[in-house]
């Protein structure tokens, strides 16, 4: 069962900096914040993950509060093409292969 | 690297009759593969677990004998709707692990639209 909760929607303009949050209260010391987005009649596409300290690649950054209940997923310079639906999940392990279990996630718009 | 694709990509068949959708890590080889449903403005859920050479592990709610899971070698996995209705329309998506470096990826999906 998904243990995250996300707003079910956000706008942001576009060149603007996009913050998703995402609460996952009952995270466990050994679960993985995982986000994917989906774009529509697409599968997921993997963003970013992160256990403890906050991350960064070339799509975002993920930051996790330090009692780790709570992380943001930033997209620093938002596109049209971002509009997407993101999902936050936490799952055991970053290499255990274990399954994925969505929850409802955040429908992004970015404004023109 | 790290693709996985789907086929056919959508597929429209008559009530009663089965269809079957693959998944394939094109790049990599997956000892276990997941199916995911989704229909319309909703979130994926989690069909089932495919591994090589084993029966598939089926979610709660899920019926195995509708659902036919089949995954035979480490590159493919199938998935077999049978006896299809107008309610089994929805968007299926397949995910593979890689064994080596043990993360998931997606496939596009399988748009079945039962008439």
């Known amino acids: 069962d998904a243990k995250t909760t996300q707003p079910p929607s956000m706008d942001c303009a576009e060149g603007r900096a996009a913050n998703l949050p995402c609460n996952h209260s009952?995270?466990?010391?050994?679960?993985?914040v995982y986000w994917y987005r989906q774009i529509h009649s697409q599968g997921p596409q993997y963003i970013i993950h992160?256990?403890?300290n906050n991350e960064t690649n070339e799509m975002a950054s993920l930051i996790i509060t330090e009692d780790r209940k709570s992380s943001t997923l930033i997209l620093p310079h938002a596109t049209l093409r971002d509009t997407a639906v993101y999902y936050c999940?936490?799952?055991?392990?970053?290499?255990?292969?274990?399954?994925?279990?969505f929850g409802t996630g955040t429908s992004l718009t970015v404004i023109p | 690297g790290a693709v996985v694709s789907q086929h056919p990509s959508w597929v429209i068949c008559k009530s009663g009759t089965s269809v079957k959708i693959e998944c394939r890590s094109l790049?990599?080889?997956?000892?276990?593969m997941f199916w995911y449903r989704q229909f319309p403005k909703q979130s994926l859920m989690l069909m089932a677990t495919?591994?090589?050479?084993?029966?598939?592990?089926?979610e709660q709610g899920v019926e195995k004998d509708k659902f036919l899971i089949n995954h035979a070698s480490l590159t493919l996995s199938t998935l077999t709707v049978t006896s299809a209705h107008p309610e089994d329309s929805s968007f299926y998506i397949c995910?593979?692990?890689?064994?080596?470096?043990?993360?998931?990826?997606f496939g596009p999906g399988t748009r079945l639209t039962v008439t």
């Open positions: 009952t995270i466990s010391g050994n679960e993985y």
């Open positions: 992160g256990l403890k």
């Open positions: 790049d990599f080889q997956a000892t276990t």
């Open positions: 999940i936490v799952r055991v392990g970053w290499n255990t292969g274990n399954q994925f279990y």
């Open positions: 495919s591994n090589e050479g084993s029966k598939a592990t089926y």
């Open positions: 995910s593979a692990r890689d064994q080596t470096l043990y993360e998931q990826y």
